[in-house]
């Protein structure tokens, strides 16, 4: 079996408003990755070098993985998504290959964002437990990011919770030298993130977004992204319980008017 083959090319469709909040983030993104994969000869002529590799950290559930697909989207680029952990378990005995071959049909497909979730999974320092296995995949990693060219249209994003545990020479200029900060949401962009998860959601005239925003301290994108779907499916027990059955079950205009979520479906 080709570990070609295996290698998943895909066309993100993530926009950089479907990533709430994170304004300073996605600066740096679209001057960091987004101009130098759409832009590259104005990089050439101002005589600068792109970041190769891109280092997001931050706390789970932030945003880290959206941002990545999000800048891929908006710079036209492909997107090859892997994860630490897979690549240590899934990938036994071919980790180095596989790393190879998504860096070749990264390059064959470029521009193309390579994202790598959990990178601390195969880059706890060296010397540490795991060290052969790890040692060799740092290095293979390190390897085809210092092969990558100037302006070949390839960046590799990596992803962490645990910067701390990162091998140093990850980090070393034209690695992952640039280092982007994705803080937990304060109430601004809470609210901005309530609003990306209930765009298309039907909210009661009781529903106060702001009020919510307050509320929520605490929560990651992912725990309001959790909170709107709740609160969807609560409204939709609640409802089927108010309405005859017959009308439910043919999925009835009446049935379907009535989907609004309300405030103590929050609750
Ligand atoms: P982890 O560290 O657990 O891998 P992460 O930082 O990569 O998490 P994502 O996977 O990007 O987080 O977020 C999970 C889901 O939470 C997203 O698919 C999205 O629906 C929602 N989410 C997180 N942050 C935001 C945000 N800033 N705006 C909108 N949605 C968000």
Redesign the pocket.
Known sequence: PSALREVLLEVPNVHWD?????EEVKRELREAVEWPLKYPKAFQRLGIEPPRGVLLYGP???????LAKAVATESEANFIGIRGPEVLSKWVGESEKRLREIFRKARQAAPTVIFI??IDAIAPARGSDMNRVTDRLINQLLTEMDGIERNSGVVVIA?T?RPDILDPALLRPGRFDRLIL?PA?DEKARLE?LK??TRRVPLADDVDLRELAKRTEGY???DI?ALVREAALTAMRRIMEELPAELVEEESEEFLDMLRVSRRDFE
């Open positions: 479907d990533v709430g909040g994170l789970p559930g932030t945003g880290k993985t959206l979730d959990e992803a919770n994705v949401p993130i990306v998860h990651s994108g992912a992204e």
